[in-house]
């Protein structure tokens, strides 16, 4: 996997944007429901399963425009640690149970026994599908993929498939 779920957020968040928040500042800040989210699954090397990760995401509560700031952190139980910030979009499907997230965040990465990713930067990018219930609660299936956008020679990607809960704060 390339930088193509990178893309994929960057094209739905800028058209989500342009069609509905520009009437009241295409970037304006708007108030959403701060999050905590817990997150579990398998590492993914070339394919190869090579590990778990358990990882937590603070998403705070104000957006601007469809962009919610965001921050991470994730350990491997191959003792890789990555730590990022960056921003989530999110939609909710027609009955507002069911929605779908898609996410970029730049972070820094610190090899333990898992594989050489070739840069300290790593960008984090990904989604999510799952329910949300009436208190808000959301219960998901999510996959992200990390790498470091060529700024190195050694670029392999690595990818985590993971079970995720999200409980609002507010």
Not at 88 to 113: A, K, R, S, Y
């Amino acid at each position: 996997m390339d930088g193509t779920l990178a893309a994929i957020a960057l094209i739905v968040g800028l058209t989500d944007m342009g069609l509905n928040h520009c009437g009241t500042g295409c970037v304006a800040a708007n108030d959403v429901d701060s999050r905590i989210a817990i997150s579990g699954g398998s590492v993914l090397f070339q394919e190869n399963n090579i590990g778990e990760e358990l990882y937590l995401r603070y998403d705070f509560g104000t957006a601007y425009g469809p962009f919610q700031p965001s921050v991470g952190v994730s350990a491997t139980s191959n003792g890789d640690y990555w730590l990022g910030a960056g921003a989530v979009w999110t939609t909710h499907f027609p009955g507002d149970d069911v929605f779908i997230q898609f996410h970029v965040m730049p972070g820094l990465f610190e090899q333990g026994n898992g594989p050489d990713l070739g840069h300290t930067l790593q960008i984090r990018s990904g989604f999510e599908i799952g329910f949300e219930a009436a208190n808000g609660w959301r219960w998901g299936i999510g996959y992200d993929h990390r790498s470091n956008a060529d700024l190195a020679e050694v670029n392999p990607g690595m990818e985590t498939l993971q079970l995720r809960l999200s409980i609002p704060l507010d």
